[in-house]
């Protein structure tokens, strides 16, 4: 209850011209807040899950870094200042945001009776899903945005290998990502951006 009331008084803040600014502010905390609960109602902390934890964090922000530094992996894009502090013009937050993505996906997927490799699948395509609507909202909220405009092609090819990359590493490692705040957090995320593509989209 406790995130679907902060994500409903997120979305309301986002769409008051009077506290637009403010509440873009908080996108960093609200990642990080989504995070740390995650992180408390996680069932088992093993030496692999920070093995796991740690390394999508760095390859995620490594991937960004090359990324919006030379436009091969995702294409041109530059990031806003709702992310916070960057690193080699990389918010240091974006790792946080592949680590918060790929547990809640994974732990979505993995409710599913079905085998690994179809568990690894359905949750790199929650995460393509994901993607194809922030990416319409991302520019409202400063978070980064297109130097062509347009969202290219290969920025979601790059987006579901990169979750099929991150998925394989939990499932390789055997982290139990079984969380029952995990679906809350993708379900209120979802909402947000939705709602607020609505709004400025339509």
Known sequence: MFF???YTVGIAGMLLPETFFIFKKLIPFAILLSVLALFFFH?????NDLIAFVSIYILGFAAEV?????GIIFGNYNYGESLGIELFNTPLMIGINWLLLIYISSSVARKLKINATLQILVASLIMLGYD????QVSPVLDMWSWLEGNVPVKNYIAWFLLALLFHSILKILNVETKNKLAPVILFCQLSFFIVLLLFFKL
């Not at 069932?43 to 030496?47: C, G, I, V, W």
């Not at 090359?66 to 030379?70: C, D, F, K, M, S």
């Open 4 to 6: 679907i009331v902060f």
């Open 66 to 70: 090359i990324g919006v530094n030379t």
């Open 43 to 47: 069932s088992h902390f093993q030496k």
């Open 132 to 135: 194809l609507i922030i990416e």
